[in-house]
């Protein structure tokens, strides 16, 4: 029997990833079967935490996959979007939530954004959680970091 971080690599094979409007994300209309399983193992990941909220960034892929999450973790989702040089969380975060930072693959600039975002809000980030590793996950200091995967399934290495 095999656990959700072991079958996350074949749901990730079987989704892709695109870019979109804030960094990589999982194509997760192609099977939403598949992002369930992604999904879990994030939940497998994130199971030392005490989780109120999931926050992501609010492109359309990453939104479910933090759905997929949060329900999972009975929490609750806020967005973080950027209009007209404003950023800010959907719905607000308020002082002393414990969020966890979920996305696909985190780019550096838009995971410290988010750090500094729920700082201001003065709440505690409890974890940041990806689908694949990145240097970005490296610069985190002081907050438990996770990754599924450290490539691509059939990438070439």
């Known amino acids: ?67 997929v999450v949060a329900r999972q973790l009975g929490a609750t989702v806020t967005r973080a979007s950027e209009l007209e040089g404003v950023v800010g969380f959907h719905p607000p975060v308020t002082a002393g939530t414990r969020i966890a930072l979920v996305g696909t693959a985190w780019e550096p600039a838009r995971l410290r954004t988010l750090l500094n975002l729920a700082a201001t809000a003065r709440a505690e980030v409890v974890a940041v959680a990806a689908v694949l590793a990145t240097p970005a996950l490296a610069e985190v200091t002081g907050t438990p970091t996770a990754a599924l995967l450290t490539e691509l399934p059939g990438e070439p290495r």
């Not at 999982?26 to 497998?44: C, M």
């Not at 989780?51 to 939104?63: E, F, L, R, T």
Request: aromatic share 2%; glycine share 8%; net charge negative.
């Open 1 to 67: 029997m095999t656990t959700p971080v072991q079958d996350a690599g074949a749901a990730v094979r079987k989704l892709g990833v695109s870019p979109d409007t804030y960094g990589p994300s999982l194509d997760t209309p192609t099977d939403p079967a598949a992002t369930e399983v992604v999904g879990a193992a994030l939940v497998e990941l994130l199971t030392k935490q005490t989780v109120d909220q999931v926050a992501v960034w609010h492109g359309a892929d990453d939104a479910v996959l933090a759905h």
